[in-house]
Protein backbone atom coordinates (compact mmCIF):
# COMPACT_ATOMS: atom_id res chain seq x y z
CA UNK A 1 0.00 0.00 0.00
CA UNK A 2 1.38 3.42 -0.88
CA UNK A 3 2.63 5.80 2.02
CA UNK A 4 -0.19 8.40 1.15
CA UNK A 5 -3.19 5.69 1.26
CA UNK A 6 -1.81 4.19 4.63
CA UNK A 7 -1.46 7.44 5.87
CA UNK A 8 -4.87 7.91 4.80
CA UNK A 9 -6.23 5.22 5.99
CA UNK A 10 -4.69 5.65 9.57
CA UNK A 11 -6.29 9.01 10.35
CA UNK A 12 -9.84 7.89 8.97
CA UNK A 13 -9.20 5.03 11.85
CA UNK A 14 -8.06 7.80 14.06
CA UNK A 15 -11.08 10.09 13.69
CA UNK A 16 -13.58 7.05 14.05
CA UNK A 17 -12.09 6.06 17.36
CA UNK A 18 -12.16 9.68 18.82
CA UNK A 19 -16.04 10.00 17.36
CA UNK A 20 -16.85 6.47 18.61
CA UNK A 21 -15.13 7.62 21.94
CA UNK A 22 -17.24 10.89 22.24
CA UNK A 23 -20.17 9.12 21.35
CA UNK A 24 -19.51 6.78 24.37
CA UNK A 25 -19.16 9.26 26.21
CA UNK A 26 -21.79 11.58 25.49
CA UNK A 27 -24.04 8.46 25.99
CA UNK A 28 -22.52 7.36 29.67
CA UNK A 29 -23.03 11.54 30.48
CA UNK A 30 -26.56 11.01 28.71
CA UNK A 31 -26.84 7.92 30.92
CA UNK A 32 -25.66 9.50 34.10
CA UNK A 33 -27.67 12.66 33.91
CA UNK A 34 -31.48 11.34 33.01
CA UNK A 35 -30.47 8.64 36.32
CA UNK A 36 -29.26 12.31 38.59
CA UNK A 37 -31.92 14.05 37.47
CA UNK A 38 -34.86 11.48 37.80
CA UNK A 39 -35.28 12.23 41.96
CA UNK A 40 -34.41 15.63 40.95
CA UNK A 41 -36.92 16.73 38.94
CA UNK A 42 -39.57 14.19 40.20
CA UNK A 43 -38.88 16.06 43.87
CA UNK A 44 -39.12 19.48 42.01
CA UNK A 45 -42.29 18.46 40.55
CA UNK A 46 -43.91 17.47 43.66
CA UNK A 47 -42.66 20.39 45.88
CA UNK A 48 -43.80 22.73 42.91
CA UNK A 49 -47.02 21.50 42.59
CA UNK A 50 -47.77 21.15 47.20
CA UNK A 51 -45.89 24.86 47.45
CA UNK A 52 -47.43 26.48 44.54
CA UNK A 53 -51.10 25.85 45.38
CA UNK A 54 -50.80 26.71 49.03
CA UNK A 55 -50.34 23.32 50.43
CA UNK A 56 -53.67 22.36 48.80
CA UNK A 57 -52.73 19.67 46.49
CA UNK A 58 -50.31 16.34 46.04
CA UNK A 59 -49.21 14.58 43.08
CA UNK A 60 -48.21 11.36 42.99
CA UNK A 61 -47.17 9.11 40.13
CA UNK A 62 -45.77 5.49 39.58
CA UNK A 63 -42.48 6.06 37.42
CA UNK A 64 -41.19 8.81 36.03
CA UNK A 65 -38.80 8.37 32.33
CA UNK A 66 -36.80 11.12 31.49
CA UNK A 67 -34.93 12.06 28.21
CA UNK A 68 -31.97 14.45 29.13
CA UNK A 69 -30.78 15.27 25.34
CA UNK A 70 -34.36 16.13 24.69
CA UNK A 71 -35.50 17.65 27.47
CA UNK A 72 -38.34 15.24 27.81
CA UNK A 73 -40.33 13.54 30.91
CA UNK A 74 -42.83 11.38 31.30
CA UNK A 75 -45.20 10.51 34.12
CA UNK A 76 -46.85 7.38 34.77
CA UNK A 77 -50.37 6.38 36.35
CA UNK A 78 -50.61 10.30 38.03
CA UNK A 79 -53.37 11.69 40.43
CA UNK A 80 -53.36 14.77 41.44
CA UNK A 81 -55.20 15.35 45.19
CA UNK A 82 -56.16 17.97 47.24
CA UNK A 83 -55.68 18.02 50.99
CA UNK A 84 -59.10 18.09 52.66
CA UNK A 85 -58.01 19.28 55.80
CA UNK A 86 -55.60 21.67 54.23
CA UNK A 87 -58.75 22.94 52.64
CA UNK A 88 -60.43 23.18 55.65
CA UNK A 89 -57.63 25.44 56.75
CA UNK A 90 -58.06 27.68 54.23
CA UNK A 91 -61.45 28.05 54.51
CA UNK A 92 -61.19 29.29 58.37
CA UNK A 93 -57.89 31.53 56.80
CA UNK A 94 -60.32 32.98 54.13
CA UNK A 95 -57.86 31.73 51.25
CA UNK A 96 -59.57 28.70 50.00
CA UNK A 97 -60.76 28.97 46.55
CA UNK A 98 -64.16 28.11 45.38
CA UNK A 99 -63.21 25.30 43.38
CA UNK A 100 -61.82 22.03 44.48
CA UNK A 101 -59.93 19.59 41.61
CA UNK A 102 -59.16 15.74 41.46
CA UNK A 103 -57.11 14.64 38.18
CA UNK A 104 -56.43 11.30 37.57
CA UNK A 105 -54.65 10.07 34.05
CA UNK A 106 -52.76 7.20 33.22
CA UNK A 107 -49.80 9.29 31.28
CA UNK A 108 -48.26 13.06 31.77
CA UNK A 109 -45.90 13.89 28.88
CA UNK A 110 -43.64 16.74 29.91
CA UNK A 111 -41.87 18.06 26.48
CA UNK A 112 -38.59 20.36 26.76
CA UNK A 113 -38.55 20.84 30.02
CA UNK A 114 -34.84 22.55 29.86
CA UNK A 115 -32.73 21.03 32.25
CA UNK A 116 -29.57 23.15 32.34
CA UNK A 117 -31.75 26.12 32.75
CA UNK A 118 -33.49 24.60 36.23
CA UNK A 119 -29.35 23.77 37.26
CA UNK A 120 -28.05 27.03 36.06
CA UNK A 121 -30.57 29.82 36.59
CA UNK A 122 -33.08 27.80 39.35
CA UNK A 123 -36.08 28.62 36.43
CA UNK A 124 -38.21 25.38 35.76
CA UNK A 125 -39.36 26.59 31.92
CA UNK A 126 -41.42 23.88 30.36
CA UNK A 127 -42.64 23.45 26.73
CA UNK A 128 -45.55 21.77 26.64
CA UNK A 129 -47.09 19.41 29.57
CA UNK A 130 -49.65 16.90 28.20
CA UNK A 131 -52.18 15.50 29.97
CA UNK A 132 -53.90 12.29 28.07
CA UNK A 133 -57.24 11.19 28.69
CA UNK A 134 -57.29 12.54 32.30
CA UNK A 135 -60.58 12.13 34.51
CA UNK A 136 -61.23 16.26 35.84
CA UNK A 137 -63.59 16.17 39.21
CA UNK A 138 -64.21 19.96 40.20
CA UNK A 139 -66.03 20.87 43.29
CA UNK A 140 -67.88 24.41 43.32
CA UNK A 141 -68.35 25.97 46.72
CA UNK A 142 -68.90 29.59 46.79
CA UNK A 143 -67.75 31.64 49.98
CA UNK A 144 -68.27 34.81 50.72
CA UNK A 145 -64.89 35.78 50.84
CA UNK A 146 -64.59 35.19 47.77
CA UNK A 147 -67.03 37.48 46.24
CA UNK A 148 -65.39 40.06 44.26
CA UNK A 149 -61.75 39.20 43.97
CA UNK A 150 -60.06 39.56 41.45
CA UNK A 151 -58.77 36.45 38.99
CA UNK A 152 -55.55 36.38 40.59
CA UNK A 153 -54.10 33.95 43.52
CA UNK A 154 -54.90 35.46 46.87
CA UNK A 155 -51.31 34.81 47.71
CA UNK A 156 -49.27 34.98 45.20
CA UNK A 157 -47.38 31.21 44.34
CA UNK A 158 -43.91 32.86 43.58
CA UNK A 159 -43.97 33.39 47.61
CA UNK A 160 -43.91 29.89 48.12
CA UNK A 161 -41.40 28.26 45.39
CA UNK A 162 -38.66 31.36 45.83
CA UNK A 163 -36.22 29.84 47.96
CA UNK A 164 -35.88 26.99 45.21
CA UNK A 165 -37.04 28.96 42.10
CA UNK A 166 -37.01 32.40 40.43
CA UNK A 167 -39.34 31.19 37.91
CA UNK A 168 -41.67 28.29 36.52
CA UNK A 169 -43.01 28.71 33.23
CA UNK A 170 -45.23 26.49 30.81
CA UNK A 171 -45.99 27.74 27.35
CA UNK A 172 -48.85 25.52 26.96
CA UNK A 173 -51.20 23.16 28.99
CA UNK A 174 -52.94 19.95 26.96
CA UNK A 175 -55.95 18.53 28.26
CA UNK A 176 -56.91 15.79 25.67
CA UNK A 177 -59.71 14.16 25.25
CA UNK A 178 -60.76 14.97 29.00
CA UNK A 179 -63.68 13.00 30.98
CA UNK A 180 -65.24 15.97 32.96
CA UNK A 181 -67.40 16.33 36.28
CA UNK A 182 -69.17 18.51 38.13
CA UNK A 183 -70.33 19.07 41.62
CA UNK A 184 -72.65 21.82 42.95
CA UNK A 185 -71.88 21.91 46.55
CA UNK A 186 -74.03 25.11 46.82
CA UNK A 187 -77.64 22.86 46.49
CA UNK A 188 -78.61 19.81 48.37
CA UNK A 189 -78.90 16.95 46.20
CA UNK A 190 -77.82 18.49 43.10
CA UNK A 191 -77.06 15.86 40.27
CA UNK A 192 -73.30 16.02 38.65
CA UNK A 193 -72.80 17.61 35.38
CA UNK A 194 -70.92 15.27 33.08
CA UNK A 195 -69.09 15.69 29.65
CA UNK A 196 -66.79 13.78 27.64
CA UNK A 197 -63.75 14.44 25.59
CA UNK A 198 -63.18 17.77 25.86
CA UNK A 199 -60.04 19.53 24.91
CA UNK A 200 -58.56 22.24 26.91
CA UNK A 201 -55.62 24.23 26.15
CA UNK A 202 -53.83 26.64 29.24
CA UNK A 203 -51.46 28.69 27.79
CA UNK A 204 -48.60 30.82 28.97
CA UNK A 205 -48.48 29.69 32.50
CA UNK A 206 -45.53 31.98 34.40
CA UNK A 207 -45.05 32.13 38.52
CA UNK A 208 -42.40 34.76 38.90
CA UNK A 209 -41.80 38.03 41.27
CA UNK A 210 -44.62 40.26 39.18
CA UNK A 211 -47.02 37.98 37.40
CA UNK A 212 -49.60 37.84 40.37
CA UNK A 213 -49.99 41.23 39.96
CA UNK A 214 -50.31 41.21 35.81
CA UNK A 215 -53.49 42.18 34.88
CA UNK A 216 -53.39 40.68 31.60
CA UNK A 217 -53.31 37.70 32.82
CA UNK A 218 -56.08 35.76 35.01
CA UNK A 219 -55.21 32.92 37.45
CA UNK A 220 -51.59 33.51 35.36
CA UNK A 221 -52.53 32.57 32.50
CA UNK A 222 -52.75 34.62 29.32
CA UNK A 223 -55.24 32.42 27.63
CA UNK A 224 -57.73 29.42 27.63
CA UNK A 225 -58.92 27.88 24.62
CA UNK A 226 -62.04 25.11 25.07
CA UNK A 227 -63.05 22.31 22.13
CA UNK A 228 -65.18 20.01 21.95
CA UNK A 229 -66.57 17.76 18.60
CA UNK A 230 -69.52 15.84 18.09
CA UNK A 231 -70.42 15.80 21.82
CA UNK A 232 -73.99 13.96 22.18
CA UNK A 233 -75.21 13.71 25.63
CA UNK A 234 -79.22 12.35 26.90
CA UNK A 235 -81.24 13.96 28.81
CA UNK A 236 -82.03 11.96 31.88
CA UNK A 237 -85.53 11.57 31.33
CA UNK A 238 -84.45 9.88 27.84
CA UNK A 239 -86.28 12.08 25.72
CA UNK A 240 -83.51 13.61 24.14
CA UNK A 241 -80.38 13.38 22.62
CA UNK A 242 -78.37 17.22 22.73
CA UNK A 243 -75.75 17.44 19.50
CA UNK A 244 -72.96 19.27 19.50
CA UNK A 245 -70.81 19.45 16.11
CA UNK A 246 -68.17 21.63 17.42
CA UNK A 247 -67.69 24.21 19.90
CA UNK A 248 -65.11 26.28 20.59
CA UNK A 249 -64.02 29.05 23.37
CA UNK A 250 -61.18 31.53 23.93
CA UNK A 251 -60.89 33.25 27.15
CA UNK A 252 -59.17 36.20 25.28
CA UNK A 253 -61.76 37.11 23.16
CA UNK A 254 -64.78 35.92 25.70
CA UNK A 255 -66.29 34.17 22.40
CA UNK A 256 -68.12 30.74 22.33
CA UNK A 257 -69.19 29.98 19.43
CA UNK A 258 -71.13 26.49 18.18
CA UNK A 259 -70.77 25.37 14.78
CA UNK A 260 -74.68 23.68 14.81
CA UNK A 261 -76.53 22.97 17.75
CA UNK A 262 -79.64 20.19 18.32
CA UNK A 263 -82.00 19.39 20.72
CA UNK A 264 -83.58 16.16 19.00
CA UNK A 265 -86.49 14.00 20.44
CA UNK A 266 -85.90 10.72 20.40
CA UNK A 267 -90.02 9.51 19.72
CA UNK A 268 -92.05 10.85 17.06
CA UNK A 269 -94.91 13.62 17.73
CA UNK A 270 -97.91 11.25 18.69
CA UNK A 271 -95.78 8.70 20.56
CA UNK A 272 -93.43 10.95 22.56
CA UNK A 273 -96.80 12.68 23.65
CA UNK A 274 -98.16 8.79 24.41
CA UNK A 275 -95.06 8.90 26.59
CA UNK A 276 -95.20 11.75 28.16
CA UNK A 277 -98.43 12.78 28.30
CA UNK A 278 -99.03 16.83 28.71
CA UNK A 279 -95.48 17.84 27.98
CA UNK A 280 -94.77 19.85 24.50
CA UNK A 281 -92.31 17.74 22.57
CA UNK A 282 -89.53 20.35 21.27
CA UNK A 283 -86.99 20.02 18.03
CA UNK A 284 -84.34 22.54 17.49
CA UNK A 285 -81.70 22.59 15.38
CA UNK A 286 -79.60 25.74 14.80
CA UNK A 287 -76.56 25.90 12.67
CA UNK A 288 -74.76 29.04 14.58
CA UNK A 289 -74.49 30.42 17.43
CA UNK A 290 -72.24 32.74 19.13
CA UNK A 291 -71.72 34.03 22.70
CA UNK A 292 -69.52 36.84 23.33
CA UNK A 293 -67.93 38.83 26.13
CA UNK A 294 -67.66 35.49 28.70
CA UNK A 295 -67.06 36.66 32.11
CA UNK A 296 -64.97 33.34 32.33
CA UNK A 297 -63.32 34.31 36.11
CA UNK A 298 -66.70 34.60 37.22
CA UNK A 299 -67.88 31.39 35.36
CA UNK A 300 -64.86 29.64 37.52
CA UNK A 301 -65.59 31.07 40.59
CA UNK A 302 -69.07 31.15 41.05
CA UNK A 303 -70.26 29.42 38.21
CA UNK A 304 -72.69 32.17 36.52
CA UNK A 305 -72.76 32.64 33.16
CA UNK A 306 -72.91 36.41 32.11
CA UNK A 307 -72.30 37.44 28.58
CA UNK A 308 -72.88 40.59 26.69
CA UNK A 309 -74.16 39.11 23.63
CA UNK A 310 -75.66 36.09 21.93
CA UNK A 311 -76.16 35.29 18.55
CA UNK A 312 -78.49 32.84 16.68
CA UNK A 313 -78.95 31.91 13.28
CA UNK A 314 -80.04 29.75 10.50
CA UNK A 315 -82.43 27.18 12.26
CA UNK A 316 -85.65 26.03 13.33
CA UNK A 317 -88.13 25.43 16.50
CA UNK A 318 -90.86 23.23 16.41
CA UNK A 319 -92.96 22.82 19.06
CA UNK A 320 -95.61 20.09 19.22
CA UNK A 321 -99.15 19.57 21.96
CA UNK A 322 -100.46 16.49 21.65
CA UNK A 323 -102.15 16.81 24.88
CA UNK A 324 -105.53 17.84 23.37
CA UNK A 325 -106.10 13.95 22.86
CA UNK A 326 -104.20 11.93 25.82
CA UNK A 327 -105.24 12.48 29.17
CA UNK A 328 -102.01 12.13 31.59
CA UNK A 329 -101.60 9.56 33.70
CA UNK A 330 -102.68 11.67 36.86
CA UNK A 331 -105.84 10.14 37.06
CA UNK A 332 -106.97 11.00 33.53
CA UNK A 333 -106.77 15.21 34.16
CA UNK A 334 -104.43 17.31 31.78
CA UNK A 335 -101.04 18.39 32.66
CA UNK A 336 -101.43 21.68 34.59
CA UNK A 337 -99.02 24.05 32.00
CA UNK A 338 -99.38 26.63 35.20
CA UNK A 339 -95.06 28.25 36.01
CA UNK A 340 -94.22 27.27 32.32
CA UNK A 341 -94.08 29.91 30.36
CA UNK A 342 -90.53 31.48 28.77
CA UNK A 343 -89.64 33.87 31.63
CA UNK A 344 -91.14 31.83 33.87
CA UNK A 345 -88.55 28.70 33.21
CA UNK A 346 -86.04 30.98 32.55
CA UNK A 347 -86.02 31.44 36.31
CA UNK A 348 -86.05 27.54 37.10
CA UNK A 349 -82.73 27.29 35.29
CA UNK A 350 -80.08 26.44 38.09
CA UNK A 351 -77.21 28.16 36.39
CA UNK A 352 -77.22 31.71 37.28
CA UNK A 353 -77.66 33.30 33.31
CA UNK A 354 -77.69 37.02 32.37
CA UNK A 355 -77.07 37.58 27.94
CA UNK A 356 -77.86 41.20 27.96
CA UNK A 357 -78.48 40.99 24.33
CA UNK A 358 -80.17 37.95 22.55
CA UNK A 359 -80.17 38.61 18.40
CA UNK A 360 -82.10 36.30 16.02
CA UNK A 361 -81.68 36.12 12.52
CA UNK A 362 -83.65 33.51 9.84
CA UNK A 363 -85.59 31.21 12.49
CA UNK A 364 -88.29 29.10 11.14
CA UNK A 365 -90.57 28.76 14.27
CA UNK A 366 -93.84 26.37 13.85
CA UNK A 367 -96.19 25.26 16.56
CA UNK A 368 -98.35 22.27 16.21
CA UNK A 369 -101.58 20.87 17.88
CA UNK A 370 -103.13 17.48 17.82
CA UNK A 371 -107.27 18.36 18.01
CA UNK A 372 -109.11 15.18 19.72
CA UNK A 373 -112.19 16.36 17.89
CA UNK A 374 -110.90 16.88 14.49
CA UNK A 375 -108.53 14.01 15.25
CA UNK A 376 -106.00 16.31 13.33
CA UNK A 377 -103.04 18.13 13.38
CA UNK A 378 -102.87 22.20 13.51
CA UNK A 379 -100.04 24.30 12.26
CA UNK A 380 -98.84 27.47 12.68
CA UNK A 381 -95.54 28.35 11.07
CA UNK A 382 -93.48 32.05 11.41
CA UNK A 383 -90.61 31.85 8.55
CA UNK A 384 -87.46 33.87 8.83
CA UNK A 385 -88.18 35.25 12.49
CA UNK A 386 -85.45 38.06 13.32
CA UNK A 387 -85.44 40.09 16.24
CA UNK A 388 -83.77 40.76 19.44
CA UNK A 389 -84.58 39.80 22.70
CA UNK A 390 -82.76 41.61 25.92
CA UNK A 391 -82.05 41.09 29.31
CA UNK A 392 -82.29 37.26 29.57
CA UNK A 393 -81.75 36.58 33.11
CA UNK A 394 -82.37 34.87 36.43
CA UNK A 395 -80.57 36.94 38.53
CA UNK A 396 -81.90 38.58 41.46
CA UNK A 397 -79.37 41.08 41.51
CA UNK A 398 -80.11 42.33 37.68
CA UNK A 399 -83.60 41.40 38.05
CA UNK A 400 -83.81 44.52 41.24
CA UNK A 401 -82.37 46.66 38.44
CA UNK A 402 -84.49 46.04 35.45
CA UNK A 403 -87.35 43.21 35.94
CA UNK A 404 -88.48 43.01 32.28
CA UNK A 405 -87.36 41.00 29.56
CA UNK A 406 -87.70 42.79 26.51
CA UNK A 407 -88.15 40.66 22.61
CA UNK A 408 -88.79 42.47 19.64
CA UNK A 409 -89.28 40.18 16.63
CA UNK A 410 -90.26 39.98 12.84
CA UNK A 411 -91.51 37.39 11.30
CA UNK A 412 -93.55 36.26 8.14
CA UNK A 413 -96.68 34.22 8.85
CA UNK A 414 -96.67 30.92 6.66
CA UNK A 415 -94.13 33.06 4.77
CA UNK A 416 -96.65 35.21 3.74
CA UNK A 417 -97.90 37.76 6.24
CA UNK A 418 -95.46 39.88 8.08
CA UNK A 419 -95.47 39.91 11.63
CA UNK A 420 -94.07 42.84 13.98
CA UNK A 421 -94.40 41.69 17.82
CA UNK A 422 -93.22 42.42 20.88
CA UNK A 423 -93.14 40.60 24.44
CA UNK A 424 -92.46 42.38 27.76
CA UNK A 425 -91.87 39.84 30.27
CA UNK A 426 -91.88 40.69 34.06
CA UNK A 427 -89.38 38.51 35.43
CA UNK A 428 -89.99 39.31 39.20
CA UNK A 429 -93.89 38.35 38.80
CA UNK A 430 -95.24 35.62 40.63
CA UNK A 431 -98.55 35.38 38.28
CA UNK A 432 -96.28 35.47 35.40
CA UNK A 433 -97.68 38.60 34.00
CA UNK A 434 -96.57 39.90 30.43
CA UNK A 435 -97.55 41.75 28.09
CA UNK A 436 -97.70 41.18 24.15
CA UNK A 437 -98.84 42.92 21.10
CA UNK A 438 -98.30 43.26 17.09
CA UNK A 439 -99.36 44.08 14.16
CA UNK A 440 -100.25 40.96 11.38
CA UNK A 441 -99.63 42.95 7.47
CA UNK A 442 -102.00 42.02 4.78
CA UNK A 443 -102.17 38.14 3.39
CA UNK A 444 -104.32 35.68 1.76
CA UNK A 445 -106.35 34.53 4.48
CA UNK A 446 -107.00 31.09 2.93
CA UNK A 447 -103.71 30.13 4.62
CA UNK A 448 -105.11 30.32 7.70
CA UNK A 449 -107.04 26.86 7.14
CA UNK A 450 -103.61 25.22 8.04
CA UNK A 451 -104.68 25.73 11.62
CA UNK A 452 -107.87 26.99 11.63
CA UNK A 453 -109.49 23.42 9.96
CA UNK A 454 -108.16 21.33 12.37
CA UNK A 455 -108.30 23.54 15.61
CA UNK A 456 -111.29 25.71 14.69
CA UNK A 457 -113.43 23.70 12.65
CA UNK A 458 -113.31 26.37 10.11
CA UNK A 459 -112.76 26.32 6.69
CA UNK A 460 -111.85 29.69 5.19
CA UNK A 461 -113.37 30.02 1.54
CA UNK A 462 -112.10 33.30 0.24
CA UNK A 463 -110.92 36.42 1.99
CA UNK A 464 -108.09 39.02 2.28
CA UNK A 465 -106.40 40.31 5.36
CA UNK A 466 -105.44 44.02 5.83
CA UNK A 467 -104.20 43.71 8.92
CA UNK A 468 -104.41 42.08 12.41
CA UNK A 469 -103.49 44.61 15.19
CA UNK A 470 -103.84 43.37 18.59
CA UNK A 471 -102.50 44.22 22.55
CA UNK A 472 -102.95 42.12 25.13
CA UNK A 473 -101.61 41.60 29.24
CA UNK A 474 -101.70 38.01 29.84
CA UNK A 475 -100.10 35.53 32.98
CA UNK A 476 -101.19 32.29 34.66
CA UNK A 477 -104.61 32.81 34.56
CA UNK A 478 -105.40 34.25 31.02
CA UNK A 479 -105.07 37.17 28.95
CA UNK A 480 -107.00 40.34 28.53
CA UNK A 481 -106.82 42.72 25.18
CA UNK A 482 -108.19 44.17 21.87
CA UNK A 483 -107.86 42.57 18.62
CA UNK A 484 -108.66 45.09 15.54
CA UNK A 485 -108.82 42.50 12.64
CA UNK A 486 -109.33 44.74 9.29
CA UNK A 487 -110.03 42.58 5.91
CA UNK A 488 -112.20 42.47 3.06
CA UNK A 489 -114.81 40.02 1.27
CA UNK A 490 -114.06 37.09 3.53
CA UNK A 491 -116.69 33.66 3.25
CA UNK A 492 -116.25 30.30 5.64
CA UNK A 493 -117.38 27.07 5.77
CA UNK A 494 -117.84 25.48 8.85
CA UNK A 495 -116.29 21.26 9.29
CA UNK A 496 -117.01 18.19 10.97
CA UNK A 497 -115.71 15.18 11.57
CA UNK A 498 -117.03 12.07 10.10
CA UNK A 499 -115.75 8.98 11.42
CA UNK A 500 -116.27 7.15 8.08
CA UNK A 501 -113.88 9.27 6.67
CA UNK A 502 -109.88 10.17 6.87
CA UNK A 503 -110.91 13.54 6.55
CA UNK A 504 -113.30 17.15 7.72
CA UNK A 505 -116.32 17.49 5.86
CA UNK A 506 -118.30 20.96 5.58
CA UNK A 507 -121.63 21.38 7.47
CA UNK A 508 -123.17 22.55 4.44
CA UNK A 509 -126.58 24.05 5.94
CA UNK A 510 -125.14 25.35 8.94
CA UNK A 511 -122.59 27.08 6.95
CA UNK A 512 -125.22 28.83 4.78
CA UNK A 513 -126.61 29.96 7.57
CA UNK A 514 -123.30 31.42 9.47
CA UNK A 515 -122.42 33.49 6.00
CA UNK A 516 -126.07 34.74 6.01
CA UNK A 517 -126.66 35.39 9.72
CA UNK A 518 -123.39 35.82 11.41
CA UNK A 519 -120.20 36.63 9.02
CA UNK A 520 -119.04 40.25 8.58
CA UNK A 521 -117.43 40.03 4.91
CA UNK A 522 -115.30 43.08 5.72
CA UNK A 523 -114.34 45.05 8.25
CA UNK A 524 -114.68 48.27 8.25
CA UNK A 525 -118.13 47.75 6.92
CA UNK A 526 -120.09 49.92 4.81
CA UNK A 527 -119.73 52.81 7.34
CA UNK A 528 -116.04 52.83 7.21
CA UNK A 529 -115.40 52.53 10.75
CA UNK A 530 -113.19 49.85 12.15
CA UNK A 531 -115.05 47.48 14.97
CA UNK A 532 -112.10 46.54 17.34
CA UNK A 533 -113.18 43.47 19.94
CA UNK A 534 -112.42 43.14 23.51
CA UNK A 535 -111.24 40.03 24.52
CA UNK A 536 -110.95 38.44 27.94
CA UNK A 537 -109.35 34.70 27.21
CA UNK A 538 -109.90 32.38 30.55
CA UNK A 539 -106.69 30.13 29.95
CA UNK A 540 -107.22 26.49 30.81
CA UNK A 541 -104.64 25.30 33.41
CA UNK A 542 -103.06 23.08 30.66
CA UNK A 543 -102.71 25.56 28.08
CA UNK A 544 -99.07 25.94 27.03
CA UNK A 545 -98.00 29.67 26.29
CA UNK A 546 -98.35 29.50 22.56
CA UNK A 547 -101.72 28.09 23.20
CA UNK A 548 -103.07 30.51 24.96
CA UNK A 549 -101.32 33.51 22.64
CA UNK A 550 -103.01 31.50 19.61
CA UNK A 551 -106.42 30.91 21.50
CA UNK A 552 -106.66 34.45 22.31
CA UNK A 553 -105.83 35.47 19.24
CA UNK A 554 -108.42 33.50 17.54
CA UNK A 555 -110.97 34.44 20.16
CA UNK A 556 -110.57 38.11 18.89
CA UNK A 557 -110.32 37.41 14.91
CA UNK A 558 -113.86 35.06 15.55
CA UNK A 559 -115.39 37.87 17.30
CA UNK A 560 -114.41 40.49 14.87
CA UNK A 561 -115.95 38.49 12.35
CA UNK A 562 -119.06 37.67 13.57
CA UNK A 563 -118.65 34.81 15.75
CA UNK A 564 -120.10 35.86 18.82
CA UNK A 565 -121.91 34.05 21.55
CA UNK A 566 -124.44 35.43 20.83
CA UNK A 567 -124.55 34.74 17.54
CA UNK A 568 -123.61 31.31 18.24
CA UNK A 569 -126.56 31.12 20.31
CA UNK A 570 -128.63 32.71 17.51
CA UNK A 571 -127.59 30.15 14.59
CA UNK A 572 -128.41 27.57 17.70
CA UNK A 573 -132.08 29.02 17.60
CA UNK A 574 -131.86 28.37 13.97
CA UNK A 575 -130.99 25.04 13.68
CA UNK A 576 -133.42 24.10 16.36
CA UNK A 577 -136.11 25.67 14.53
CA UNK A 578 -134.44 23.90 10.96
CA UNK A 579 -134.93 20.19 12.77
CA UNK A 580 -137.82 21.05 14.41
CA UNK A 581 -139.42 21.91 11.14
CA UNK A 582 -138.00 18.66 9.85
CA UNK A 583 -139.49 16.48 12.12
CA UNK A 584 -142.54 18.27 11.67
CA UNK A 585 -142.44 17.51 8.23
CA UNK A 586 -141.39 13.89 9.04
CA UNK A 587 -144.28 13.45 10.90
CA UNK A 588 -146.73 14.86 8.85
CA UNK A 589 -145.36 12.47 5.78
CA UNK A 590 -145.70 9.21 8.16
CA UNK A 591 -149.31 10.21 9.09
CA UNK A 592 -150.20 10.91 5.39
CA UNK A 593 -148.44 7.37 4.84
CA UNK A 594 -150.81 5.64 7.30
CA UNK A 595 -153.94 6.97 6.43
CA UNK A 596 -153.28 5.71 2.99
CA UNK A 597 -152.52 2.25 3.96
CA UNK A 598 -156.00 2.18 5.50
CA UNK A 599 -157.13 3.27 2.86
CA UNK A 600 -155.91 0.76 0.58
CA UNK A 601 -157.10 -1.84 3.15
CA UNK A 602 -160.99 -0.93 3.11
Avoid at 323 to 352: A, C, I, M, T, Y
Avoid at 370 to 396: C, H, M, V, Y
Wanted: proline fraction near 4%.
Amino acid sequence: MPDTKRNRYQVFKWITGVLFAILILLSGLAWFLNIKSRPILTDRIKTLLYKSTDSLYTISFSSVSTNILTGNATLENVNIRPDTVRFKQLIALKRAPNNLYSVSLKKLSVKHFHPLTLYQEQKLQLDEIIFDKPEVSMQNQQFAFNEGRAPRPVKSPYAFISKNLKEFSIKNILFRDASFKYINKNQTNSRPFLIDDLNITLTDLLVDSTSADDESRFYLLKDIVVNLNNYVYTTPNKMYNIKLDQLDFRATTGKLRVNRFALEPLYDEMQFSKIHPGKERFDIRMNDLQLNGIDLPLYISKQEIWAKEMAIAHGHVSVFNGNDELPDEHEGKKVSKVGRFPHQLLQLVEVPILVQKIQLKDININYGVFNSESQQKGRIAFENTSGIIKNATNLDKIKAINPIMDVSLRSYLFGQGKLDVNFKFDLKAKDGAFLYSGVLHGFNARILNQITKPLGLVRINRGTVDQLKFSFKGNDAGARGKVAFSYYDLSVALMKNDPTKDHLITRGFLSFLANALIIKTENPGPSGKLVTVDVNYERPSYSSFFNMIWRSLFVGIKYSVGITEEKQNEIKKHIANFKAMQEGHRLRKLKRLERRKKTEQR
